[in-house]
C-alpha cells in the first residue's frame, strides 16, 4: 500500500502549489507512513514540471522507497501488489521489479502486454523521460483508489493522487476511471498548452470490431465528466488491454425460469444447516464446491502471505502466544462472506499468529434500541442472542454491562456467534474478536475530521454509512475478551481482508431478488454483469482510501482474477437459486463451500450489509435515501467559500 500522487503543470510555478499542499501530503503520509519523499522534474523544452511524491506502507520484500527514478531519468509510482503474472521473488519488491519490466519496455504493446499480464490490485504512474510521456492508470476492478483533477483552462494543470485534499474551489476531484491505462504525451501539451489524455481501453476480445465498439463505449462514458477543455482521444493504433478475467456466462437453463434445486425449495420450510446437506449429496454439485474452495483458498492464501514478517515470527518452536502479535484481520460480522474469509485465512496464517476479528457497532439512542430489538427480528437472531448475548458481560460492572450492552447491534450478535464456530474449528489459534465500539459524538467528530474528505468525490447517504462503518472498523481500536475481562486493544495488523465481491458475483443482495422476480434468470445475469463494471466506482476506490488512511491494505479475495474468472464460467444456476428461501439461495455455491469445510450456523445467516447490521443507518434520519447525496459528506458550507 502506498500514497502516491503526481502534479503536472504546463505554464504557472504556482499551480504545484496550488495542487500539492500540506494537507494532501499529510492524507499521502497516513496511507504510506514507513517512507516519504518528492521528486520535481523541470523540462525546458518544451517547457513543463512534473512533482512525484511517494508515501510507502512496507508490505513484502526489502524496504523500497518511492518515487523511483533510474539512469534514464524515468520516474515511477506504485501502489498495487503482484500476486500473479509476473514473477515477484520471497525477497524482491513488486515495486523494483515492475519498474525493472516497465524500463524494458520498448514500445506500447510491450508495457500494455506487462500491465494486462499482471493479477493483483494497482495503481500506478510512470514518467517515460525519452519520449515525455506520462502513463497511469488501476487495475481492472479499480481496487487501488487514484483520483484526478485539473485546474481551469489557463493554467494547463493537473493533479493524480491516491486521495484527495481540502481545496477550495470549483474544480472537482473524481476518480481516475477504472476503463484503461491512459497516457499523456507531454511535450505535445506543453507545445500547445493545453491537456489532451489517451486511453488504452480494457477488452475481452481484441479484434478489431470488437474494440471498434469498446472504443466508442468507453469514450463517451469517460468524457461525460471530463471538463470540456480537457480532450480525450482513444489511441491511433487502436491498442487495448486484454482483460485479466473471462466474460460473463449468461447460459440459462431451458426451464428458463427455474434453477437446480428448486424441487427442493417446494419442501423447504425452515432454513437449517441440514438443507445444504441435501445440496451436497448431488455428485455434480460437490465437485463444482471443492472446486471454487480451491480457487478461493488459494487467493486467500496469497494474500496473507505476501507480506512481511518480523524475525521473531520465524521461530515456531513453544512460541509465547502473548507475545505473538497479528499480520492480517478480517472485518468480521460473523455473515457468511467473512467467516469464509477467516477459515480459509486460519489454514495459511502461522498457527503462533493471531487473527484478528473486527468487529463494529455504533451506540443507539434507547428509544432507538429497544425498537430495533423487537422490528425485523428473526428466529435465527434470536437464537444467536440467547447464545452470546446474555453472558457477554456477566463478569463486569452492572453499570459497565448495560452500557456495553446498547452495543449489541446484529453485526456483535452474529460475530460472537461466529467466533465460537471459529473456535471449534481451530482451538489452538488465538482468536482475537475486536469489538470496535463507536458513540454518536466519536462518530459525528471523525467524519468531520477525516472520514469525509476520504470519502470525497463519492456523497451518497450510502458511501456515509458504509465508508464511516469500515473507517472505523479497520481502525481497529476496540476492546477484547481477556479471561472474562474486556481490554483495551489496537490491532497491528496492517492487512484487512474484506469479504466485498461476494454479494456482486453470487446475488447476494435483496435488489437481485427483486430484479429475479422481475426479470427471470436473464434479468439478473444483467444485474450481475453490471455490479462488477460499475463495482470501482460505487465501492473500491473508497474502501482503498478508507482503510489505507490507517496506514493499513485492504485485500479482496473474492476480486481475485482467479476466482472471478471461476465464477464468471459458471451459469448462473450453479451459483444462486433465488426460488429458495433467504440465507440459503442467495450465495448459495458460498454457502455450500463454508458448510464443506465444517462451518456450521452462519452457512444458513441471511445477507445483512454493514450499515444495518452494525446500526449505523439507524443513527440519522429515517427519512433519507440510500442514494440520496449525503449533507453530512459536504466539505466545506457557503460560509467557507
Not at 77 to 94: C, Q, R, S, T
Not at 245 to 272: D, F, M, R, W
Not at 501 to 510: I, K, P, R, T, V
Amino acid at each position: 500500500m502506498c500514497g502516491i500522487c503526481c502534479v503536472v503543470t504546463l505554464c504557472s510555478q504556482r499551480a504545484i502549489h496550488d495542487f500539492f499542499n500540506e494537507d494532501i501530503l499529510c492524507h499521502l503520509r497516513r496511507r504510506g507512513p514507513d517512507s516519504s519523499q518528492q521528486l520535481i522534474k523541470t523540462v525546458s523544452d518544451p517547457s513543463y514540471e512534473c512533482l512525484f511524491s511517494g508515501h510507502v506502507l512496507h508490505l513484502r520484500g526489502l524496504m523500497t522507497p518511492q518515487p523511483l527514478e533510474d539512469a534514464n531519468n524515468n520516474v515511477f509510482l506504485w501502489n498495487g501488489e503482484i500476486f500473479n503474472g509476473v514473477h515477484v521473488g520471497p525477497l524482491e519488491n513488486d515495486t523494483e521489479v515492475m519498474f525493472h519490466h516497465l524500463a524494458s519496455c520498448g514500445s506500447e504493446t510491450d508495457i500494455l502486454s506487462l500491465f494486462s499480464s499482471l493479477q493483483g490490485p494497482w495503481s500506478f504512474i510512470y514518467y517515460q523521460a525519452s519520449r515525455h510521456s506520462l502513463w497511469f492508470g488501476r487495475d481492472y476492478f479499480g481496487r487501488r483508489s487514484l483520483l484526478w483533477q485539473f485546474s481551469n483552462e489557463v493554467d494547463s494543470a493537473f493533479c493524480l493522487a491516491s486521495v484527495s485534499g481540502y481545496f477550495k474551489s470549483s474544480n472537482q476531484w473524481q476518480e481516475v476511471p477504472a476503463s484503461g491505462i491512459f497516457k499523456i504525451d507531454l511535450k505535445a501539451c506543453a507545445t500547445t498548452k493545453s491537456l489532451s489524455l489517451m486511453l488504452f481501453p480494457w477488452k475481452y476480445s481484441c479484434t478489431e470490431k470488437a474494440v471498434e465498439e469498446t472504443f466508442v463505449n468507453v469514450l463517451d462514458r469517460v468524457s461525460k465528466d471530463l471538463p470540456n477543455h480537457i480532450r480525450l482521444m482513444m489511441n491511433e493504433s487502436k491498442l487495448c488491454l486484454r482483460a485479466p478475467v473471462i466474460p460473463l456466462n449468461k447460459t440459462i437453463p431451458e426451464a428458463s425460469g427455474e434453477c437446480p434445486g428448486t424441487n427442493i425449495s417446494n419442501i423447504i420450510h425452515t432454513v437449517s444447516v441440514e438443507t445444504l446437506q441435501g445440496f451436497l449429496a448431488e455428485e455434480h454439485k460437490k465437485k463444482l464446491v471443492h472446486q471454487f474452495i480451491d480457487v478461493l483458498n488459494e487467493a486467500v492464501k496469497r494474500r496473507v502471505l505476501s507480506l512481511f514478517r518480523e524475525d521473531d515470527q520465524k521461530t515456531r518452536e513453544f512460541p509465547t502466544l502473548c507475545n505473538r502479535k497479528a499480520h492480517v484481520a478480517v472485518l468480521f460480522s460473523g455473515g457468511i462472506d467473512s467467516m469464509v474469509i477467516a477459515a480459509l485465512a486460519d489454514k495459511h496464517v502461522p498457527v503462533e499468529e493471531p487473527i484478528d476479528l473486527l468487529n463494529v457497532a455504533f451506540l443507539l439512542k434507547e428509544q432507538t434500541k429497544q425498537k430495533g430489538t423487537t422490528k425485523n427480528h428473526t428466529n435465527r437472531d434470536v437464537q444467536l442472542d440467547l447464545l452470546c448475548s446474555q453472558e457477554s458481560y456477566k463478569d463486569l460492572h452492572a453499570k459497565t454491562a448495560t452500557y456495553l450492552s446498547g452495543f449489541d447491534v446484529p453485526d456483535r450478535i452474529t460475530g460472537r456467534a461466529g467466533l465460537r464456530e471459529l473456535e471449534a474449528i481451530n482451538p489452538s489459534r488465538t482468536w482475537n474478536f475486536v469489538e470496535i465500539n463507536v458513540t454518536p459524538e466519536e462518530l459525528k467528530r471523525m467524519r468531520q475530521q477525516c472520514i469525509k474528505h476520504l470519502i470525497n468525490p463519492l456523497d451518497t447517504v450510502l458511501d456515509d454509512s458504509i465508508g464511516c462503518a469500515i473507517w472505523f472498523a479497520s481502525r481497529g481500536e476496540g476492546f477484547i475478551g481477556n479471561q472474562g475481562e474486556l481490554k483495551p486493544y489496537k490491532s497491528p495488523a496492517k492487512v484487512v481482508l474484506t469479504g466485498i465481491g461476494a454479494d456482486e458475483q453470487l446475488a447476494g443482495y435483496s435488489r437481485h431478488r427483486v430484479c429475479f422476480k422481475k426479470y427471470g434468470l436473464e434479468g439478473l445475469n444483467k444485474e450481475l454483469e453490471m455490479e462488477l463494471d460499475r463495482i470501482s466506482s460505487r465501492n473500491l476506490g473508497r474502501d482503498d482510501r478508507i482503510i489505507g488512511d490507517h496506514g493499513k491494505e485492504a485485500r479482496f479475495p473474492f476480486l481475485d482474477e482467479d476466482v472471478v474468472s471461476f465464477l464468471n464460467s459458471l451459469p448462473i444456476s450453479e451459483k444462486a437459486d433465488l426460488t429458495l428461501p433467504r440465507g440459503v439461495g442467495e450465495k448459495l455455491l458460498l454457502r455450500l463451500a463454508a458448510r464443506e469445510f465444517g462451518l456450521t450456523a452462519s452457512t444458513v445467516l441471511p445477507k445483512r450489509a454493514v450499515q444495518f447490521g452494525s446500526r449505523i443507518a439507524k443513527l440519522e434520519s429515517n427519512s433519507e435515501k440510500a442514494s440520496d447525496t449525503c449533507s453530512r459528506l459536504k466539505l466545506f458550507s457557503v460560509d467557507e467559500l
